[in-house]
């Protein structure tokens, strides 16, 4: 069976939006026998975009998940892919996917080059060191330059880029590749959607850039393999191409190298080749290393090798909501393996759960199986309360694994339904939405009754309400949509608050004294140190006096939003024997809490954005003038491949509400600009005060 897993591979196909993720795995599903239709995104038949709304925008909205089958080499190979969305509002669904995957496929349009989702794919690769390769696609369109965007993968991205393939052919011209490490030429045909394709001998005019590139590729490789240096400087046609393969993927999977290829998957050219460079570099379920985790019964760390034999353990990485089965918990297995019917244990909720049925997914398909082995991905129903993040393990083996952490929403928008009687099934609809989506948060403002949802843009809060009318039949009324501002504090306190109460009987008694300070630069939420020595407090009410902390974090002083991050060291405090409870506590904290953040000195902060414009030159004086009266900071500029001037700024989200539009007007609608959250920054008093003043209003 572990000679099984050698020939798996867990990748995920991600990029900036429209580089073709979609195209190139419907080509992938096509190719491998899934589908013998090839579905178009600009047709909205894809398989793998298969929610309405995905269909009608031409857009990824959520990741996918499929599998299929590969011959390599003689050997068959199992390839589960997740096609994941390239919109900045939809970054949860990368981050997500590359937290389980062992590989990606990384698409960059030969036109466009780098884009801002390409970096930012990119170093969600770089933080849970995802091995890859690169995939240069749309060869065929008119501006295509292979050699200039794996110049910008190696500026932008700080990549080693390894070019594999040399491009026959430009824009309409291209018709296939000269294989580098082979010597080989392959064409593909028009006919039969690039099914046939053949090996051709190199064209003359490209032999010397051939022999020119295979001199740089074992150049590179030399630097990471000794026995391949000894042999380039002594004999270089001694070199094999098993070897040049076996060191090319050692390198890759040490993170060393980038495996560059290039095709045109809409013209079905290179998709084939591109399999086999997965079967090739990618790493197998068991060449990545094991995977760590804290046993919660003694907090030592343990590993879990990629093996059968081993105690069933797996992360738990996405959850869907299906109108045919109910609730869906994707995961991945880690080791051991999962039966339909069993149970398994929730290290973080410490309860058993049952898994009634499992699935292997073909997009929004489920295909029942039996059971899901170790490396491999699935799907489970009959769960209870499983929740994004969750590591499932078995319960004489207990493991949690390092959760998936996510962006917090930086817009949000009141909503009410149209009709009364709808109040109920929307507060409930709302629930199974942010089951799903870790970025998609729920709130009841308490001082106007308002249900406030948040989300990470105008786009992701849009796709939000489409499907709570279209899924859940609920139409809504929506305000203009707020920014979410969070507050800071700035200095150190020292409190101590005494709770006193006395009510005839039985009173209330709770005494703490505490250090208030501001968070470590970069964290999120409450950091507690329980410092209480002698037993002064007693170690029962301490998880109380921590919970309610972690609760007043939430409603700043200032205007009542969240806290970004804070210290609180619990110094010491006292109580009485028969008037102190877990709840006198808990209230002591809370109320200390307040006093103390009031003389913290608290700022207001706003969310940033890093927005680029991709602008004619002509227009770019009135663009960057535009910005600057927005408050944004202009970072750089820079001159893409189509001549298109890349102007890169910070601007407070505040002042970019409907500056599509002005862009266009300023442009005569011939720039466009992505923007994606940045960081929170202190807000300038007069904004801040505008902003408190709003919320007293509202009270």
Not at 103 to 123: C, H, I, K, N, Y
Not at 178 to 192: F, G, L, R, S, Y
Not at 408 to 424: R, T
Request: glycine share 8%; aromatic share 8%.
């Amino acid at each position: 069976m572990m000679n099984n897993l050698k020939y798996t591979r867990n990748i995920g196909i991600a990029a900036h939006i429209d580089a073709g993720k979609t195209t190139t795995t419907e080509r992938i599903l096509f190719y491998t026998g899934i589908t013998h239709k090839i579905g178009e995104v600009h047709e909205g038949t894809a398989t793998m975009d298969w929610m309405k709304q995905e269909q009608e925008r031409g857009i990824t909205i959520t990741s996918a998940a499929t599998k299929c089958e590969w011959i390599y080499n003689k050997k068959k190979y199992k390839i589960n892919i997740i096609d994941t969305p390239g919109h900045v509002d939809f970054t949860v669904e990368v981050e997500r996917s590359l937290r389980v995957l062992d590989g990606m496929v990384a698409l960059f349009s030969a036109v466009d080059g780098v884009e801002p989702q390409s970096e930012t794919v990119w170093r969600q690769a770089d933080k849970y060191k995802v091995p890859r390769i690169g995939f240069i696609n749309k060869m065929d369109r008119q501006g295509a330059d292979f050699f200039n965007v794996c110049k910008q993968i190696t500026k932008n991205l700080g990549a080693h880029c390894l070019i594999l393939q040399i491009p026959i052919g430009k824009e309409n011209e291209f018709k296939g590749v000269v294989d580098i490490i082979a010597k080989k030429a392959i064409i593909w045909e028009e006919e039969n959607y690039g099914t046939v394709y053949k090996n051709i001998p190199i064209p003359d005019e490209l032999l010397d850039r051939t022999n020119k590139y295979r001199n740089i590729l074992l150049e590179t490789i030399s630097e990471y393999d000794y026995e391949i240096m000894n042999k380039f400087f002594s004999n270089p046609n001694n070199i094999s191409e098993k070897e040049i393969i076996a060191s090319i993927k050692r390198s890759t999977l040490n993170l060393e190298i980038v495996p560059i290829i290039c095709g045109s998957s809409f013209k079905n050219k290179g998709v084939q080749v591109m399999l086999d460079t997965i079967c090739r570099y990618l790493p197998s379920p068991i060449e990545i290393k094991e995977i760590k985790g804290i046993n919660p019964k003694t907090e030592k760390e343990e590993i879990r090798k990629p093996n059968f034999n081993e105690p069933f353990s797996a992360l738990a990485f996405k959850i869907a909501t299906d109108s045919f089965v109910g609730r869906l918990a994707f995961f991945r297995v880690y080791s051991g393996i999962i039966k339909s019917g069993t149970y398994v244990f929730n290290a973080r909720s410490g309860n058993k759960e049952r898994i009634s049925r499992i699935y292997q997914m073909h997009a929004n398909k489920q295909n029942p199986v039996a059971y899901i082995e170790a490396g491999d991905i699935g799907a489970a129903v009959g769960f209870k309360n499983i929740k994004t993040g969750d590591t499932l393990c078995d319960e004489n083996f207990p493991i949690i694994f390092e959760n998936i952490s996510f962006p917090d929403p930086v817009i949000g928008v009141a909503i009410e339904p149209k009709y009364k009687s709808d109040i109920e099934k929307m507060s409930l609809s709302l629930t199974k939405l942010a089951e799903e989506d870790p970025t998609f948060q729920v709130r009841n403002e308490k001082s106007t009754g308002q249900t406030i949802i948040s989300g990470m843009g105008e786009l992701h809060l849009e796709i939000i309400l489409d499907r709570l009318e279209r899924e859940f039949k609920i139409k809504v009324n929506k305000g203009n949509p707020q920014v979410e501002y969070k507050e800071a504090l700035t200095n150190s306190i020292q409190h101590r608050e005494i709770y006193k109460k006395q009510t005839g009987g039985r009173g209330k008694y709770a005494d703490i004294f505490f250090k208030l300070e501001p968070g470590k630069e970069g964290s999120q939420g409450l950091e507690f140190i329980n410092k209480v020595k002698g037993g002064n407090i007693p170690k029962e009410y301490i998880p109380s006096i921590e919970k309610a902390f972690k609760e007043a974090i939430k409603i700043g002083p200032l205007s009542g939003s969240e806290i970004e991050n804070a210290k609180i060291i619990l110094i010491d405090g006292s109580y009485h024997s028969v008037d102190s409870d877990q709840l006198s506590f808990e209230l002591a904290s809370k109320i200390g809490f307040k006093k103390a953040a009031k003389k913290a000195n608290p700022i207001i902060l706003e969310p940033i954005m890093k927005v680029e414009v991709l602008t004619p030159p002509e227009n770019m004086g009135s663009i960057v003038g535009d910005l600057n009266r927005r408050r944004g900071i202009i970072q750089g500029m820079e001159e893409n491949m189509r001549n298109l001037k890349i102007i890169k700024a910070l601007v407070p989200l505040s002042e970019l509400f409907g500056y599509v539009t002005i862009l266009r007007t300023l442009s005569s609608g011939r720039a466009t600009s992505t923007m994606e959250f940045f960081n929170y920054k202190p807000a300038p008093a007069n904004v801040a005060e505008k902003f408190i003043l709003n919320k007293k209003l509202k009270l």
